[in-house]
């Protein structure tokens, strides 16, 4: 099971730290990505960490200002968020998908990020 937080309402240019973490199970084995879904769109990648952290990557939209990482002594991912801008307004969402597989096997609550201009 996976448990997001860290969201809030912020102004534009703050920055926010979200937080994936895991119960029950290790995430040690998973990648970890992080998604989001503004008012009125479908749900789209942001993110991806590699099981190890060894790889990462990003959307365009967010690629320089946010940063995933993962901590798996923790069982917990993260995604740095800065330079927020009102477009980045969403329900953010993590997911595990284990090594191998293309489709996710655990997805957290989501998390609610507004940022006013």
């Known amino acids: 099971q996976l448990q997001a937080s860290g969201g809030g309402v912020v102004q534009a240019g703050d920055s926010l730290r979200l937080s994936c973490a895991a119960s029950?199970?290790?995430?040690?084995?998973?990648?970890m990505d992080w998604f989001r879904q503004a008012p009125g769109k479908e749900r789209g990648f942001i993110a991806r960490?590699?099981?190890?952290?060894?790889?990462?990557s990003y959307a365009a939209s967010v690629k320089g200002r946010f940063t995933i990482s993962r901590d798996n002594a923790r069982n917990t991912a993260y995604l740095q968020l800065n330079g927020l801008k009102p477009e980045d307004t969403a329900v953010y969402y993590c997911?595990?998908?284990?090594?191998?597989?293309?489709?996710?096997?655990?997805w957290g609550q989501g998390t609610l990020v507004t940022v006013s201009s």
């Open positions: 997911a595990a998908a284990r090594i191998g597989r293309t489709t996710y096997d655990y």
């Open positions: 029950g199970s290790s995430l040690s084995g998973y990648a």
């Open positions: 960490i590699t099981w190890n952290g060894g790889s990462t």
